[in-house]
């Protein structure tokens, strides 16, 4: 822990510290049982580490939110097994932001290409099909391209504060007719007699997490085997050790006490930005997931200076409640020549296709947007 804390940083985002990772697996989460075997990689010199980077041998393709079913069947197709493949992500999270993690005074760009021949030699030599780092740090990505990594531009979405000092300047972001859908939908819950309470740090303990544990597995079971329940409780219990419980945050949405609630969320802080994770509810209520997951977040966000909230993966709900799409990359290597050469050559058709998406759905926005600046895509 004390090695990996050192290399990683306290300005790393809440989902690549080693206390995250390992409730992960201490709780059982994310073990080889479910396909998530951790492989984390770390260079050393002498006693000291000077690299280190996430990773897990993968047995399916759960859990990653980058869709890569057509690469599996590809693989089939050519007589291939796409399976366990290479993967770098924080498991089963969807949050921009991975990279390889560099000792400070070192130098990145080479450490990166020396990770990379590491990871190449052990696929090989395992005869591993692929490496996948998904949701990349856009800083890293331009590291990991030059040394060979081909990129794959997916959408996410992104609300950001942009001067807003209050739900008021948020609301007045929109057009009219969006306004008054908004208030309308708030309004839908208030008549339901709910209201929605933060909580976080020492407001939280076991008891609570263990419901929103539940929530989560209601949640997750109204999908059937679609569901995605990938958390056990005990990740949820150790979401509640001081060493975690500063960075969640619980939005209850109750009619009596915070502690009763009727719905909730989960999301993630760092103090810059929040991150949306999961979500349920005992009843089915008009706008409350609208509520709960999307305007009070952007709420507390404003009221604690956060600039940005991620609200998980999906999008097109979203976009009319002030999440604009944005490209998040995924970079990968593949061990075999036709597999390289035949998804290389597709990905140059269809990453201009996805930033032509991306800029077609913020077209209709119903509230103004700066254009993101045009993103290279070799």
Known sequence: MHHWESLVGEQAIPFFRWRWLAALEDSSSI????????????????????????????????????????????????GLGYYPKLLGMSPVSPVQGYRFYVAPGENEA????????????????????????????????????????????????????DGQSDFSAYLNSF????RRNIKRERKAVQQAGLTVSALTGVELDVQLLRCMHGFYEQHCARWGPWGSK??????????????LRDQV??????????????????????????????????????????????????AWALENGLENFDPGAGGQHKRRRGFVAKPHASLHRWYEPRMDALIRGWLRKVNPLMLEEIESANADLPFRVEPAPQLIVE
């Open 31 to 78: 073990s080889a049982k479910h396909g998530w075997q951790p492989l984390h990689l770390a260079l050393w010199r002498d006693d000291m580490p000077v690299a280190v980077a996430p990773l897990y041998l993968k047995g399916h393709s759960y859990g990653e939110f980058v869709f890569d079913q057509a690469f599996a069947r590809l693989a089939g197709d050519l």
């Open 110 to 161: 080479e450490l990166t290409v020396l990770m990379l021949e590491t990871i190449d030699a052990f696929a090989r030599r395992n005869q591993i099909l692929s490496c996948n780092f998904l949701y990349v740090d856009p800083h890293w990505r331009p590291l990991a391209e030059a040394a060979g990594c081909a990129t794959w531009l997916n959408q996410q979405s992104l609300w950001s504060a």
């Open 175 to 178: 057009n009219a007719n969006q």
């Open 230 to 243: 990938y958390l056990s409780e005990a990740f949820f219990e150790a979401l509640a050790d001081s060493s």
């Open 249 to 298: 945050v619980l939005f209850s949405a109750h009619r009596v006490s915070p502690r009763e609630p009727v719905a909730m969320s989960l999301c993630i802080q760092d103090g810059q930005m929040l991150w949306g994770r999961y979500w349920g509810s005992k009843e089915e209520i008009d706008c409350l997931h609208f509520e709960v997951c999307y305007y009070a977040p952007i």
